[in-house]
C-alpha cells in the first residue's frame, strides 16, 4: 500500500513537473516584456523593468553559483590551512634544528601551532588559540641531556 500511494504521490509531482515545464514556464517567459533589440532596453517602463528584474536576478545566480561550482577559486596562501602568518612568501616553511645546537642544559620549546611571533620557537600563543578554537595543541619540547 505504502508503495502504490509513493507511485501516486511521485507520478503527481512529475506530471506537475510536467505541466510547469511545458505550459506554465513559456506561458510565463512568453509574457516577459524582453525587448525586440538593444535599444528597446533604454524604452524600458519603471513597470517592465520591474517585470524583468527578478528573472533577470535568478538567471545571473543561476549563472553565478555554477560557474562557482565549475571554477572554484583557488584559495590565497593564509586564507586556509593552519599557517595564517608565517613564511607566506614560500612554498614550504622547513625549519633545521641541529642536536649540536641544543645545550645540555637546555630546553627548547618549538611552535607546532603556527601562531608564535618567534617560529619557529613557541611564545605561548597556543594557548589563546587552544582557548578560542577548542584545540590542544602545544609546542615540541626537546631537552638537553641533562636538563
Ligand atoms: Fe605554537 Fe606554542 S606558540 S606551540
Known amino acids: 500500500m505504502t508503495g502504490e500511494a509513493d507511485i501516486g504521490t511521485m507520478d503527481g509531482f ?12 513559456p506561458r510565463y517567459l512568453q509574457s516577459l516584456p524582453v525587448p525586440k533589440s538593444t535599444a528597446g532596453y533604454t524604452q524600458l ?4 523593468v520591474l517585470i524583468l528584474l527578478w528573472p533577470t536576478l535568478l538567471v545571473f545566480s543561476v549563472l553565478y553559483f555554477t560557474w562557482c561550482a565549475l571554477f572554484p577559486d583557488t584559495p ?9 602568518s608565517i613564511h607566506l612568501d ?21 611552535c607546532r ?4 611571533k618567534k617560529f619557529p620557537y613557541c611564545d605561548g600563543a597556543h594557548n589563546k588559540h587552544n582557548k578560542e578554537c577548542g584545540d ?3 609546542p615540541l619540547i626537546i631537552k638537553g641531556k641533562s636538563a
Open 136 to 138: 590542544n595543541v602545544g
Open 76 to 84: 590565497k596562501k593564509g586564507t586556509v590551512g593552519i599557517n595564517a
Open 45 to 48: 517602463g519603471q513597470k517592465e
Open 90 to 110: 614560500r612554498d614550504k616553511v622547513v625549519n633545521n634544528v641541529s642536536v649540536a645546537d641544543i645545550e645540555d642544559t637546555a630546553t627548547k620549546a618549538y
Open 113 to 116: 601551532c603556527w601562531k608564535s
Open 14 to 25: 512529475v506530471k506537475g513537473v510536467h505541466d510547469v515545464v511545458t505550459r506554465k514556464l
